[in-house]
């Protein structure tokens, strides 16, 4: 079965630090593009960051630029997330998807969403 896994979410306090992983389970990540995603309640998904494979090029929004990386281990056939520096802004659902083509476009594949709260 064709599928992403993510890592559980996590209840941080503001400032602190969170890693998301998102494992690839019957296909192999290195040429996909893996973009990260958030929701909020009510709300429509919002793109928060893509590792694109055709183009060699990691893109990030605005409101997380300098806080949130990107990381991709082929060996573990996982993409990783990290954020610093966390804001209560930043509590959502974030969900991890794979486009086939390496475009950040067109997502074949989404994660099952992990809840990332920040909050003292």
């Known amino acids: 079965q064709l599928q992403l896994v993510q890592s559980e979410g996590a209840l941080v306090q503001p400032g602190g630090s969170l890693t998301l992983s998102c494992a690839a389970s019957?296909?192999?990540?290195?040429?996909?593009?893996i973009g990260w995603f958030r929701q909020y309640p009510g709300k429509e998904r919002e793109p928060v960051s893509c590792?694109?494979?055709?183009?060699?090029?990691?893109y990030f929004a605005d409101s997380v630029k300098g806080r949130f990386t990107m990381s991709r281990d082929n060996a573990k056939n996982t993409q990783y997330l990290h954020m610093t520096s966390l804001k209560a802004e930043d509590t959502a659902v974030y969900y991890c998807?794979?486009?086939?083509?390496?475009?950040?476009?067109?997502?074949?594949?989404w994660g099952q969403g992990a809840q990332v709260s920040v909050s003292s």
């Open positions: 998807a794979a486009d086939q083509y390496g475009y950040c476009s067109g997502y074949d594949y």
């Open positions: 019957g296909f192999t990540l290195d040429n996909y593009a």
């Open positions: 590792d694109s494979s055709a183009e060699n090029k990691t």
